[in-house]
């Protein structure tokens, strides 16, 4: 158990129809990362929160999707319009802000499947 | 920008048998590596880092890997496979983004299959 919850874990969806992802960090890791996992792939890089401020967005894969982190704590990836290549494993991680030697902690993902 | 390589997409060994999968990174600053295993329909777990301390570095379940900066590589190795080891690997790099984020960058994993 990282630490890292994902909610929920499996969410089917038929196209066109918007999705939200939660993420509830560490307790007190500022840092938040999404990722999208596609099969035999690493994890993709998406946004990246620093608090609540969205500090990285420019990878986002298209205006379709977005992020936030309202207070600081936990985060909600949005999807509008899904579209059946959306289909993937999304990932959280956090990490602490203090120093540099730190890893991201993930969470177990939330697998979209778009039909 | 950084970026990592991993080259070999399977790789394939007996039980009991050196472990060796291969992980190249490009980095404009002195990076932070990583290796992370990622067991199915699972999230990421960490196996090992390289902060700038020792080059050789001990993770958990007896792999290892060794900071070469001038082959610019981060080698993961275990001397003696077992069963459990089979899962799929990522190697990754963090360093400083222009902008100045740390953004962990992964690479396309390695899947490791062992043999009885």
């Known amino acids: 158990d990282t630490g890292v919850s994902q909610n929920p874990r499996h969410k089917i969806t038929k196209r066109g129809q918007n999705v939200t992802f939660r993420c509830d960090p560490i307790?007190?890791?500022?840092?938040l990362y999404w990722y999208r996992q596609t099969l035999g792939q690493g994890p993709e890089f998406l946004t990246y929160?620093?608090?609540?401020?969205?500090?990285?967005k420019s990878r986002l894969l298209s205006d379709r999707f977005s992020a936030e982190r309202p207070k600081g704590s936990f985060s909600t990836l949005e999807i509008q319009r899904t579209e059946q290549g959306d289909s993937a494993m999304y990932l959280c991680?956090?990490?602490?802000?203090?120093?540099?030697?730190?890893?991201?902690?993930f969470g177990q993902g939330t697998r979209l499947t778009v039909v | 920008a950084q970026s990592v390589t991993q080259l070999g997409s399977h790789v394939s060994v007996s039980e009991g048998a050196l472990v060796l999968l291969r992980c190249n990174y490009s980095?404009?600053?002195?990076?932070?590596l990583f290796w992370y295993v990622q067991y199915p329909n699972q999230g990421l777990q960490l196996l090992l880092k390289?902060?700038?301390?020792?080059?050789l570095v001990k993770g958990i379940n007896g792999f290892e890997a060794e900071f070469k900066k001038s082959e610019t590589s981060f080698h993961l190795t275990k001397p003696s496979a077992h069963m459990s080891d089979a899962a799929e690997y990522f190697c990754?790099?963090?360093?400083?983004?222009?902008?100045?984020?740390?953004?962990?960058?992964f690479g396309r994993g390695t899947s490791l299959i062992v043999h009885p």
């Open positions: 390289y902060t700038s301390a020792a080059t």
């Open positions: 990754a790099v963090s360093g400083i983004e222009p902008g100045g984020s740390y953004i962990p960058t």
């Open positions: 991680a956090t990490e602490p802000l203090r120093g540099r030697n730190t890893e991201a902690f």
């Open positions: 307790s007190e890791h500022n840092r």
């Open positions: 929160f620093q608090n609540e401020a969205q500090l990285e």
């Open positions: 980095s404009s600053v002195p990076p932070y």
